[in-house]
């Protein structure tokens, strides 16, 4: 019998990108109609950052009046995500009071405040995108007051 060679497996080496932090966003969006098949979107784009600092995360409540967004210890923000977490986690079934008081606690999302270009975010949805800086946007809620997830992710 003849010794077999071993099976020598090259050592991976990560590139010097891949040694880094990186964000990755999972995305799926349907569009269903009935009787009709539904129309999807999905991807999954991914970015490496040039900073391992960890993500500023916070909840807060937005009210009536324009308000900034903490940056916190981030020098500079890559990807901003908001989510308006209104009638989330609720114990019991809500009324439809209740349901109608939560469907107003619509988040308006300005650069520098200005009312003409607001986007909107409906209680239980997410909004993100990539910012050189979060010192410009600007929350205010239609309706009360909105609990909200905010996320920045360095850049």
């Keep these: 019998m003849s010794e077999e060679e071993p099976i020598l497996l090259e050592r991976f080496e990560p590139s010097e990108k891949m040694k880094r932090a990186r964000i990755t966003l ?11 098949q539904p129309t999807s979107v999905q ?9 391992d600092e ?24 890559g990807m901003l995500f908001i ?36 986007w909107t975010l409906r209680p239980g949805w997410p909004f993100f995108g990539f910012t050189k800086t979060v010192k410009a946007v600007r929350l205010r809620c239609q309706h009360k007051t909105a609990k909200c997830r905010v996320i920045i992710f360095p850049r």
Excluded: M
Aim: charge should be negative; include cysteine; charged fraction near 30%.
């Design 83 to 118: 989510e308006n977490q209104e009638g989330r986690g609720r114990q019991t079934i809500p009324s439809e009071e209740e349901a109608a008081d939560t469907a107003k606690r619509v988040v308006e999302i300005s650069f520098y405040a200005k009312d003409a270009n607001v």
């Design 43 to 51: 991807c999954v784009p991914y970015e490496w950052l040039e900073s």
């Design 26 to 36: 999972h995305f799926q969006l349907h569009h269903e109609y009935p009787g009709d």
């Design 54 to 77: 960890e993500p500023y995360s916070r909840r807060i409540v937005v009210g009536a009046h324009w308000q900034e967004i903490e940056q916190g210890w981030l020098g500079t923000s």
